[in-house]
């Protein structure tokens, strides 16, 4: 069984730019699907709502003492109180949603920060290595020149 290391930096930007392109490629069309299932299910849920207050209002003519009028308004009160909470419910989730995605954009941009990073970071290295060759080339060269003047 192989021993599975973390990816290095530069796999994961890679892996990270594909699927930002892939995810842009697709967004459309799963924003549209997920609104249309969103919005399915609020009118299924506005729907059952809709035949509850039906059937209240049905049983209404048939509540002829006090006690069953006041048992039949406390269900419509309920009934318009869950209302208000699904609407609540549904707003969260859409909150927590957009959260859930902010925290996977926030790790992808820190791994492309820490990407970047180490670039800048070869760089300076790779910067200091060609100026020091430069400095010894030179150096190098200074000493050839003298040499060549001291020997004639």
Same mark, same amino acid.
């Given at each position: 069984?192989?021993? $599975?290391? /973390?990816?290095? /930096?530069?796999?994961?930007?890679?892996?990270?730019?594909?699927?930002?392109?892939?995810? =842009?490629?697709?967004?459309? *069309?799963?924003?549209?699907?997920?609104?249309? %299932?969103?919005? %399915?299910?609020?009118?299924?849920?506005?729907?059952?709502?809709?035949?509850?207050?039906?059937?209240?209002?049905?049983?209404?003519? $048939?509540?002829?003492? =006090?006690?069953?009028?006041?048992?039949?308004?406390?269900?419509?009160? $309920? @009934?318009?109180?869950?209302?208000?909470?699904?609407?609540?419910?549904?707003?969260?989730?859409?909150?927590?949603?957009? =959260?859930?995605?902010?925290?996977?954009? $926030?790790?992808? %941009?820190?791994?492309?920060? *820490?990407?970047?990073?180490?670039?800048?970071?070869?760089?300076?290295?790779?910067?200091?290595? @060609?100026?020091?060759?430069?400095?010894?080339?030179?150096?190098?060269?200074?000493?050839?020149?003298?040499?060549?003047? *001291?020997?004639?």
């Amino acid at each position: 069984c192989p021993i $599975s290391h /973390p990816p290095t /930096p530069q796999a994961a930007f890679a892996h990270l730019a594909l699927a930002f392109r892939c995810d =842009v490629f697709t967004l459309r *069309q799963r924003v549209q699907v997920e609104k249309r %299932a969103r919005d %399915a299910a609020e009118e299924n849920i506005q729907e059952e709502l809709g035949q509850c207050r039906a059937a209240l209002e049905r049983l209404r003519p $048939s509540c002829t003492d =006090v006690g069953c009028r006041e048992t039949l308004e406390q269900v419509q009160h $309920s @009934l318009a109180v869950l209302a208000a909470a699904i609407e609540r419910a549904t707003s969260a989730a859409e909150k927590l949603g957009a =959260v859930h995605q902010e925290a996977r954009m $926030s790790r992808a %941009a820190e791994v492309m920060v *820490q990407h970047v990073e180490n670039l800048k970071r070869h760089h300076m290295r790779e910067h200091a290595e @060609l100026e020091e060759m430069k400095r010894l080339i030179q150096q190098n060269s200074r000493n050839r020149q003298l040499a060549e003047t *001291q020997g004639e």
